[in-house]
């Protein structure tokens, strides 16, 4: 990696003392020239999941391990599935179990550089030059002896030092993450989203969490943040993207754990009422649909037949109430006939 | 453990994986910070960091049973057959007295009384003694011989043929039903019933295969084994001989497929080449720089979408080719400007109608075999009746914007070719296409006329399997 072009050493950092920014490589104890990673946020793969619990989020083993391992090998985790099976909800409830700040990054199409990274605050560096240049004038008109060319200069490396210094930053959420002193959860939502392009702006950030600004030099993360990146697969992430991350695919959920996922999210709800709900959210995943219901919308039915104070499902108001579960019309008519007509032979 | 990472890694590589070096310190790495003897942690630790696309997932899966399979005491089969010992440490508190006996060394059960067993640990979902009860099943059953050059298949077979699982989910079932207050089930509760049995079979029929691969890898070694379980990833089975089981897997594959086509194609339309300048918008956003036009803009270019007519030949042999293609076609229609499709075996019939105004493209693709009439005469392909008889109704319709796709393996039973016909769609169309999903190496040999026909084509594509159809897709839009 190249380093800092040769512009003063401006501190990147806001009062923090851990090790230096860009130029202080020797605070860096690691050979790969990582910040410490720091005592591991957690001590086995059974305390992850005691944890998540706590906070109302259910991970199986695979979400667990997985968790685990992007703390002690300080790897971001690349999490990928069909909506509405947790992935967001993942990063939000890892940040809340370690007590970290949650950054976010929302993907879109057209991301660039000046919306992730940082991007210099154009009117603010414009107002500066304006102000000095009415303070010379003025000071001219004072009669202070004009000193030609040298102090045009001088004042010009003045302020072009002064306009690219930390106060004309404005940071993104990439650039956030890394300089927190405090321990932070970046979530990368939606990352494939973005362009094929644009993701290479990640790569820099994910593999040396770092941040090359070629006016103020290399910024090293204070401390290595837990990152997640969310897709829904609409497109193949590059290979690159996906060497430097953990894997891990959030499929729909057993049977046993998606009925203890309602019991915990929705209050009131009695155990014959989950049993039922995730059972005939089974048999529907089992159906040839367009679009299967996830487990966000399977939170939502069972919140509905709570408020509708229903204590049984039996079909018809299962029927009733589908169109929670599922958003398409010929998926709605394929599950009621299915539903309806199970019995085909009647004892 | 590092020889048995590296012969995993390699095996995971033969079966397709593209697994890199990096992957595969990572995993090394990884693997020091999870208890080894936990077997779930280690395979999710591998999978998290040498699997990066769920497609993959299943082979990985299968290496690692293969690979990892032997090495747990709990899994050690005795030399001596046919009674695997002390397995399922927890699960023979509550095993009823038969089984205690029997995982001592006893004398075997009978049929009946394992079926009975078997019967009552799968109503009350008793996972521990269903997984014991597998295990005998297999010995009993699957008449496994060392050095037989046989596959797992085949073993699976004779177990599940023994063990009637059909019969199984009836009485269950029966069980159910008897078991309800009122004696009867609502359709919901029976419907619900059924597949809560159902996937407890699933699981039954789980237990029994890897009962059925550890067996083989103790006979055999990981290495062969793995070597002849391998299977294509979806993306690579051949449509010409995919079995039922790989059509299904294949069928899966398509829908997310289309749906990544159409974004990428929607993009490529939007980004690709830039346009002229767009001096306005130019203009407009140098205000926010003094007027100094620092960043200027472009238009972007609109370019025309293609017109597609597909042509395409659905008896026997390629049938599933064909319905792939419709279905990829189909489903990003919106791609195109307009979609036109015509399927014959020695007839020729217009299908774009099943198309129009259905949202389930496989609905659609379904009704197209039912319903088209593309028999002539005796419902042997006839590429060069079918062909001119497009040619006498619909060449009309041929545009100079119209691109041209003709499906199928030109296999003609010695027909005629009528190879005129293409020649003359080329010349009214803007391309002619011919996608053909048999080997290159097959064309033109035995009645295939392909050659007679591709002199007349833009250009001819082996399309084999879903990423060489996908390819061509992608080219064509």
Redesign the interface.
């Known amino acids: 990696m190249s380093e800092a072009p040769p512009r003063p050493a401006v501190s990147t950092e806001s009062g923090s003392a851990g090790s230096g920014p860009a130029e202080a490589g020797p605070g860096s104890p690691n050979a790969l020239g990582f910040p410490d990673p720091g005592p591991p946020l957690f001590s086995?793969?059974v305390d992850v999941r005691e944890r998540l619990a706590q906070v109302g989020y259910l991970a199986d083993?695979?979400i667990a391990?997985?968790v685990?391992?992007a703390d002690?090998?300080a790897?971001p985790?690349?999490v990928?599935?069909p909506a509405g099976t947790g992935k967001t909800e993942l990063a939000k409830s890892v940040a809340r179990i370690t007590g970290s700040r949650l950054i976010r990054l929302q993907c879109y199409?057209g991301l660039d550089e000046s919306k992730a990274l940082y991007e210099w605050n154009?009117k603010k560096q414009?107002l500066r030059i304006q102000a000095q240049r009415i303070a010379s004038e003025t000071a001219e008109a004072d009669g202070a002896e004009p000193d030609g060319a040298i102090r045009t200069g001088d004042s010009w490396r003045e302020i072009e030092e002064d306009i690219f210094s930390e106060e004309f930053l404005l940071t993104r959420p990439l650039l956030e993450a890394i300089r927190a002193p405090e321990p932070v959860v970046l979530l990368v939502d939606e990352v494939d989203r973005v362009?094929l392009e644009t993701e290479a702006l990640l790569l820099e950030v994910l593999s040396e969490y770092q941040v090359s600004i070629p006016e103020l030099g290399t910024v090293r993360a204070e401390q290595i943040p837990l990152v997640f990146l969310t897709s829904n697969?609409?497109?193949?992430l590059s290979?690159a993207l996906?060497?430097r991350?953990?894997?891990?695919?959030l499929?729909y959920p057993s049977?046993d754990r998606e009925r203890a996922i309602v019991r915990a999210r929705v209050p009131g709800v009695t155990e014959e009422l989950a049993d039922?709900v995730a059972?005939?959210v089974?048999?529907l995943r089992?159906l040839?649909l367009?679009k299967y219901p996830s487990v966000s919308e399977t939170l939502d039915w069972a919140r509905t037949l709570v408020v509708l104070g229903v204590e049984s499902?039996?079909?018809e108001q299962?029927k009733a109430t589908l169109h929670v579960l599922l958003k398409?019309r010929?998926d709605l008519e394929r599950a009621a006939k299915?539903?309806?007509?199970?019995?085909e032979d009647p004892? | 453990m590092l020889d048995v990472l590296a012969g995993f890694v390699g095996e995971l590589r033969a079966a397709g994986l593209p697994v890199s070096l990096t992957e595969s310190l990572d995993a090394a790495e990884a693997v020091h910070h999870i208890p080894l003897e936990d077997r779930d942690a280690l395979k999710y630790a591998l999978g998290a960091t040498l699997v990066k696309s769920s497609a993959h997932w299943k082979a990985f899966e299968t290496a690692f049973e293969v690979y990892f399979s032997m090495r747990g005491p709990e899994y050690e089969i005795d030399a001596e057959p046919p009674e695997p010992s002390d397995h399922a440490p927890d699960g023979e508190a509550d095993m009823p007295p038969g089984v205690g006996r029997q995982g001592g060394g006893g004398e075997p059960l009978s049929a009946e009384e394992l079926a009975e067993l078997l019967f009552r640990a799968l109503l009350s979902a008793n996972d521990a003694q269903v997984g014991a009860l597998a295990r005998q099943a297999v010995s009993r059953y699957a008449g496994m011989e060392p050095g037989r050059p046989v596959g797992g298949t085949y073993y699976l077979y004779r177990t599940l043929r023994n063990l009637d699982l059909d019969g199984l989910l009836e009485r269950l079932m029966q069980t159910a039903r008897a078991a309800s207050p009122e004696g009867q089930l609502t359709p919901l509760e029976d419907r619900l019933a059924r597949d809560e049995f159902q996937a407890r079979l699933d699981r039954l029929r789980r237990e029994l295969e890897d009962e059925i691969r550890r067996r083989l890898v103790a006979d055999r070694g990981s290495e062969a084994l793995a070597r002849s379980l391998r299977k294509p990833l979806p993306e690579e089975i051949d449509f010409m001989h995919a079995t039922r089981e790989e059509l299904a897997s294949l069928r899966r594959a398509i829908h997310p497929l289309t749906r990544k086509l159409a974004v990428r194609l929607a993009r490529k339309r939007r980004h690709g080449r830039k346009g002229p300048l767009d001096f306005r918008s130019t203009m407009r956003h140098s205000l926010s720089t003094g007027g100094v036009p620092v960043d200027p803009k472009f238009r972007y270019p609109r370019p025309a979408k293609p017109e597609i007519v597909v042509i395409a030949d659905i008896s026997g042999s390629v049938a599933a080719f064909a319905r792939f293609t419709l279905h990829l076609v189909h489903a990003i229609s919106s791609q195109f400007s307009k979609v036109r499709s015509f399927v014959f075996i020695d007839g020729i019939d217009e299908v774009t109608r099943f198309f129009e105004g259905v949202d389930d493209v496989s609905e659609a693709v379904h009704r197209i075999n039912t319903e088209a009439d593309v028999v002539w005469v005796d419902g042997h392909s006839d590429y060069g009746h079918a062909l001119s008889v497009f040619w006498e109704r619909w060449g009309e319709d041929i545009t100079p914007r119209t691109s041209v796709l003709l499906l199928g393996d030109a296999r003609n039973n010695y027909h005629a070719s009528q190879a005129w016909v293409v020649q003359e769609i080329r010349h009214r169309a803007r391309h002619v296409y011919w996608l053909n999903p048999e080997p290159r190496a097959y064309w033109g040999t035995g009645d295939s006329i392909l050659g007679e026909y591709a002199v007349h084509c833009d250009n001819v594509f082996e399309c084999r399997n879903l990423r060489q159809l996908e390819h061509f897709v992608t080219e064509l839009a």
């Open positions: 086995s793969v083993d695979g391990g997985v685990h391992l002690r090998l790897k985790v690349l990928e599935g199409e154009y414009l362009e697969n609409t497109r193949e290979e996906k060497r991350c953990l894997y891990l695919h499929d049977l039922q059972r005939i089974r048999s089992t040839e367009k499902i039996d079909a299962a398409y010929s299915e539903l309806a007509v199970a019995g004892v």
